[in-house]
């Protein structure tokens, strides 16, 4: 599965990093800690946060994670779409909860 066939499916807002889209997500993490995400992330995961600050696509590249999904209509700072658009990691957007958003991803990755 890759991130654009999450967008479609998830009906999710693509902030930035659209040259990303083909990436290959192979599972998810929840977390709103930065250094949990870096110890425990696994490349081609997709990293669901509200954290919306620069900080996050560091920690995406350094991962390799496919995607970011901004959980509860929060959207990125400015310099972090920059730096998503240069990373070729897509910024995505979801109203829902971070519950709500992990179940649904969940379920779709292991249907």
């Known amino acids: ?3 654009k066939d999450l967008v479609e499916t998830l009906q999710l807002k693509v902030f930035s990093g659209s ?20 110890g425990n992330a696994e ?3 997709v990293w ?21 999904i901004l959980v509860k209509g929060f959207e990125p700072e400015e310099n972090t779409l920059t730096q998503s658009n240069v990373e ?18 969940y379920q779709l990755l292991n249907s």
Do not use: C, W
């Open 1 to 3: 599965m890759t991130v």
């Open 19 to 38: 040259t990303g889209m083909n990436r290959e997500v192979t599972g998810g993490y929840s977390s709103d800690l930065l250094s949990d995400v870096m």
């Open 43 to 45: 490349s081609g995961m």
């Open 48 to 68: 669901i946060t509200l954290q919306t600050h620069v900080n996050v696509m560091a920690i995406a590249s350094l991962k390799e994670l496919s995607a970011i």
């Open 88 to 105: 070729g990691i897509p910024i995505l957007g979801t109203t829902l909860q971070t519950f709500e958003i992990s179940g649904k991803l």
